[in-house]
C-alpha cells in the first residue's frame, strides 16, 4: 500500500495567519493533533502541532530557567522561544521544517520514519510543495485493518511440502538459523511444531513465522522449552 492509499484527504489546512487561539481550538474541534499551515498557492510552509502550543503565556507554560541558565543561553535561542510563547499567529509557533512524503511512499517506509523522528503524522504533498493529505499513526492502523479483513487468498494452494520449506525458510531469515531440534510437520495446511525452544520468545517467533506463510491454514504448538543450555540445538 501507499500513502494516496490511507491518506486523510484533503486535509484540514491553516494560513499563517491563523490566530493560536484558533489554532488550539481546530485541533480540539476535529480532533486531530496537528495542521499544515499552507502559502495562498496550497503548498506547505510549516506545520503546527499540540506540541507547538504547549509553553504558552496564557496558561503559565512558558520555559522557566534559572539567571544562570539564562546568562548561558543563546540569544537566538531566547528571541525564539519568547516568540513562541507570545506569538499570536500560527507563522509564530509553527516548525518550518517540516517532514513529509509524497503520494507513492511506501506505509513501511512512513512507519519507519514515524518511528525515527518520534512524530505522529506526516504530511503527503505533491512534487510543487502542494498538500494533498495526511497520513497518521491511526492510517496506518486502518490499513491493517482493511488488510485483515481483505487479504487475497492465494492464487494456487500450496502443497505441504511447499509449506513446509517455506516455513523453514522463514524461521532461518526471522530467527537467523535453522533449528536443528525444531522439526516441521504439516498436515492438509495444518502445521504441527515439534522439538524444543531456548525460551518463549523463540516459542512465540516460530509460531508467527508459521503463521505468516502462505497456506497455512492452522498451527499446532507442540514444542517444549529447553531448561539446560548443554542441550541446546543449533
Known sequence: MKARDVMTAPPITVTPDARVSDLAALLLDRRISAVPVVDPNGRIV?????GDLLRRAETGTERQRSKWLELLLDPSTKAAEFVKAHGAHARDVMTREVVTVGPDADLAEIATLLESRHIKRVPVVENDGEVVGIVSRANLLHALVAYRSG????????SDTEIRDRIYERMEK??????RRVNV?????????????????????????????????RVEDKLHRD??????GG
Open 46 to 50: 510549516g506545520i503546527v502541532s499540540e
Open 151 to 158: 487479504s487475497p487468498l492465494p492464487e494456487r494452494k500450496a
Open 174 to 179: 526471522q530467527i537467523g538459523r535453522r533449528l
Open 185 to 217: 510437520v504439516v498436515q492438509d495446511g495444518v502445521v504441527f511444531l515439534w522439538g524444543t525452544v531456548r525460551s518463549e520468545d523463540e516459542r512465540r517467533a516460530l509460531t508467527v513465522a508459521a503463521e505468516l506463510v502462505p497456506g497455512v491454514t
Open 227 to 232: 531448561w539446560f543450555p548443554s542441550s541446546f
